[in-house]
């Protein structure tokens, strides 16, 4: 069946010449033509990002109810 995207949360840590601001725009206007309006996104801040079993980093999370 079809399965309907609402919502977009990017995590992001922070390195140290990172601009909150600036990113996210840019971020925002990478979306803008690739992701439909009705789907929201959000950025959370994070310390770390935990990695799998193997030691990579999951580009994608997909929690499907």
Partial sequence: ?????NKII???VQGNNYVKESAEIEILKSCYNR???NVKITFEYCISIPKTYRG???FI???IC
């Fill in 1 to 5: 069946g079809l399965i309907l995207l």
């Fill in 10 to 12: 990017f995590k992001i």
């Fill in 35 to 37: 992701i439909p309006d």
């Fill in 56 to 58: 990579k980093l999951k």
């Fill in 61 to 63: 999370v997909s929690d």
